[in-house]
């Protein structure tokens, strides 16, 4: 039984196109998370997120955005796709909110090529 | 705002050898440490964390990290590696006072030879 789960796992499309992820967590967790990983592997937060608060990585464009319709989902939702956004896209959650001590569990991710 | 170092991009070791992975961080005050590993098309997975305490720290698949104040290092190592470890390492650092911004490095990418 997945305790993160995205969909689509491949998702190819055109510029200009918008775009949703989407990411279901069973664990009950507070807190939800959408990171990106680039071609070299680095990763970094887009967003974080629980029912009271979202924090946006201020680099992240704003056609990107989260929508949670409950607390044990966070789609994201991709405005206007550029070839520079193609990236393999992460989803996590963390039973706790606000705190470094967080130990993320992660979906296998999203691989999103724009052509 | 803290940030994390993995001075190599790829090692490679032998079947049976034993192997160390470097991390270093940069932050202000103890903080909050962790060792994920991404194996190949999946998320990543929590090998094992530092928050307090004993500084060698045991994790997950016989690995474990030792915490040395001194150098600003979170090592991992594990004594015998198996082919099944290869994998990509990700060693991050999170903030002991706020956010929920947990810094990657960039990751260590480990090959196995038979």
């Known amino acids: 039984d997945t305790a993160v789960s995205q969909t689509p796992k491949y998702l190819v499309t055109q510029m200009g196109n918008d775009k949703s992820i989407k990411c279901e967590q069973n664990?009950?967790?507070?807190?939800m998370y959408w990171y990106k990983q680039d071609s070299k592997k680095f990763l970094k937060i887009m967003f974080s997120?629980?029912?009271?608060?979202?924090?946006i990585n201020e680099t992240v464009p704003n056609r990107f955005s989260p929508k949670s319709p409950d607390k044990a989902h966070l789609n994201l939702h991709i405005n206007s796709l550029e070839l520079g956004d193609s990236a393999v896209y992460f989803c996590?959650?963390?039973?706790?909110f606000g705190s470094g001590a967080n130990v993320l569990t992660f979906g296998a991710g999203s691989r999103l090529t724009v052509l | 705002a803290q940030s994390v170092t993995q001075p190599d991009i790829h090692i490679t070791v032998s079947e049976g050898a034993s192997l160390e992975l470097r991390c270093n961080y940069s932050y202000g005050a103890t903080p909050y440490l962790f060792w994920y590993v991404q194996s190949p098309g999946q998320g990543l997975q929590l090998l094992l964390k530092?928050?307090?305490?004993?500084?060698l720290v045991q994790g997950i698949k016989g690995f474990e990290a030792e915490f040395k104040r001194s150098q600003s290092s979170f090592n991992l190592r594990k004594p015998s590696v198996h082919w099944s470890d290869a994998a990509e390492y990700f060693c991050?650092?999170?903030?002991?006072?706020?956010?929920?911004?947990?810094?990657f490095g960039a990751g260590t990418r480990l090959t196995v030879k038979p």
């Open positions: 530092y928050f307090s305490g004993d500084t």
């Open positions: 991050a650092v999170g903030d002991r006072y706020n956010n929920n911004d947990m810094r």
């Open positions: 997120y629980n029912n009271k608060e979202l924090i």
């Open positions: 996590a959650s963390s039973q706790a």
């Open positions: 664990l009950g967790h507070d807190t």
